[in-house]
């Protein structure tokens, strides 16, 4: 049973470009959610997808946008990249409803922004 | 406004001593609380659900206990081993949040040899 799967692991950009990370949740999952974890910091929730619809979101402005797909896969995008914006990205899975069970994470993308 | 806080922010122990990790919380409306190990530079593992109904939880030499009206977990590690050294996070998720979890900003454990 595959656990929660991201891609890349690691990447680096250039001030005011494009970024888009991918997420694979553990199998049988149907919601997807995405935090920000910068160094020494606990993770910071971006947003939360659902039946391909985004249902909550974090204090975090417009430039951080995603994509959930009928698999439940997700995306985030992050446009005009800052150099706070350099972070380990982590994708969270879990089973809508289900808030008493296990959210599971990926292993998490690490962006730097130079 | 839920705010989670970890105290001490870094732990230091010879190896066979017992690690006691303590989070607090403000709100004590939550569904659950979750402990979470990281390694450097990776993703979360998680470690201990307790649900809000829950005392405590048990799993191995880990034992995580919750008080919810006085906002407060602590994580008991038994005869702690150099592989225990890690950032130990905790997280709660509030009855209102739709899953969203709200983490503490963790404790970095080194257990020496």
């Known amino acids: 049973d595959a656990g929660v799967t991201q891609s890349p692991t690691h990447l680096i950009k250039t001030r005011g470009q494009q970024v888009t990370l991918r997420c694979s949740p553990k199998?049988?999952?149907?919601?997807v959610s995405w935090y920000q974890q910068a160094l020494g910091q606990g993770p910071q929730f971006i947003f939360q997808?659902?039946?391909?619809?985004?249902?909550q979101r974090g204090n975090f402005p417009d430039r951080f946008s995603g994509h959930q797909f009928p698999n439940y896969s997700s995306e985030l995008n992050v446009n005009a990249l800052l150099l706070g914006d350099s972070a380990l990205y982590l994708c969270a899975s879990s089973l809508e409803g289900l808030f008493g069970n296990t959210i599971y994470f990926g292993e998490g993308s690490w962006l730097t922004v130079v | 406004k839920q705010e989670v806080t970890q105290i001490p922010a870094a732990l230091s122990v010879p190896e066979g001593e017992n690690l006691v990790l303590n989070c607090s919380f403000t709100d004590s409306a939550i569904y659950n609380l979750q402990w979470f190990r990281q390694d450097p530079g990776k993703g979360l593992t998680s470690l201990l659900l307790?649900?809000?109904?829950?005392r405590e939880q048990t799993s191995g030499r880990l034992n995580a206990s919750l008080d919810k009206s006085s906002g407060r977990s602590t994580l008991y590690i038994a005869a702690s081993q150099p592989g225990d050294s890690a950032t130990y996070l905790c997280?709660?998720?509030?009855?209102?949040?739709?899953?969203?979890?709200?983490f503490g900003a963790g404790t970095q454990v080194v257990v020496t040899p």
């Open positions: 307790i649900q809000s109904s829950q």
């Open positions: 997280a709660v998720i509030g009855t209102d949040s739709w899953g969203k979890l709200q």
């Open positions: 997808y659902y039946e391909e619809e985004e249902r």
């Open positions: 199998s049988g999952h149907d919601t």
